[in-house]
C-alpha cells in the first residue's frame, strides 16, 4: 500500500495456481471511493468481512472473477503500524459464512503480528541505511583537509578529526576532555 497515492496493489494467493498470477489495484479515494473490502479496511483501519461475495452488492466489480476461482466469502485485515497503515491481509474462502469470531479474532491477531514484523523488518532496514549514512559521514569529516573539532554545551572538546591534529600539532588524547579557549 501506498500511503501518498493511496493506492493498493494486492497479488492473491490462493489453493488455485491461476489466482496466483492476478493482480488488482484499488484507490481509497473518498469514502464510497473505492467499496471493494481492502479499501474499506485501509480506510476505516479495522477488518471488513464479506460472508457471501454473491450477496454482497458492493462487489459487483469483481464478483465474476471471485465466481470463477471458487471465492464465497473473504476478510480484509489491515496492517497497521504505530505511526501508518502498511497493508491489508486478505483472506478468501471458498464457502460462504466462512470467518466466525473464534477465526476473526485469530486472523485479526496475525494480521497485527505481520504489521509487527514488517515495522520491524522495515525499522532495522531503516537502522542499516542511517548507519551507512553515519560511516560515510565520518569517511568524509576524517578525511577532510579541513578543521573539524565538536564540543559539547560546557564547551569541552569531545572529537577532533585529523586535520586538527595535523594543523595544531596536538595529539586526540591531549584535547579530547578539555575545554577550548586555548584553541
Known amino acids: 500500500f501506498d500511503q501518498e497515492s493511496g493506492f493498493l496493489q494486492q497479488v492473491g494467493i490462493s489453493g488455485n495456481p491461476e489466482y496466483l498470477g492476478l493482480k488488482r489495484t484499488f484507490t481509497l479515494g473518498g469514502e464510497e471511493g473505492n467499496p471493494s473490502p481492502e479499501g474499506k479496511a485501509l480506510r476505516k483501519g479495522c477488518p471488513c468481512v464479506v460472508e457471501n461475495v454473491e450477496l454482497d452488492p458492493g462487489l459487483q466489480d469483481w464478483r465474476d472473477e471471485a465466481r470463477r476461482h471458487g471465492i464465497q466469502s473473504m476478510i480484509a485485515l489491515p496492517l497497521k503500524s504505530t505511526t501508518r497503515m502498511l497493508g491489508v491481509l486478505s483472506v478468501y474462502s471458498g464457502?460462504?459464512?466462512?470467518?466466525?469470531?473464534?477465526?476473526?479474532?485469530?486472523?485479526?491477531?496475525?494480521?497485527?503480528?505481520?504489521?509487527?514484523?514488517?515495522?520491524?523488518?522495515?525499522?532495522?532496514?531503516?537502522?542499516?541505511?542511517?548507519?551507512?549514512?553515519?560511516?560515510?559521514?565520518?569517511?568524509?569529516?576524517?578525511?577532510?583537509?579541513?578543521?573539524?573539532?565538536?564540543?559539547?554545551?560546557?564547551?569541552?572538546?569531545?572529537?577532533?578529526?585529523?586535520?586538527?591534529?595535523?594543523?595544531?600539532?596536538?595529539?586526540?588524547?591531549?584535547?579530547?576532555?578539555?575545554?577550548?579557549?586555548?584553541?
Open 95 to 183: 464457502e460462504a459464512d466462512s470467518f466466525h469470531e473464534g477465526e476473526r479474532a485469530l486472523l485479526e491477531e496475525l494480521a497485527n503480528d505481520l504489521a509487527y514484523g514488517i515495522s520491524a523488518i522495515r525499522s532495522h532496514h531503516e537502522r542499516g541505511r542511517a548507519e551507512e549514512q553515519i560511516r560515510r559521514l565520518e569517511r568524509a569529516v576524517e578525511g577532510s583537509n579541513d578543521i573539524i573539532f565538536m564540543t559539547d554545551r560546557q564547551g569541552i572538546i569531545t572529537y577532533v578529526n585529523p586535520a586538527f591534529t595535523s594543523l595544531y600539532g596536538y595529539q586526540p588524547s591531549e584535547v579530547l576532555g578539555k575545554t577550548t579557549p586555548r584553541i
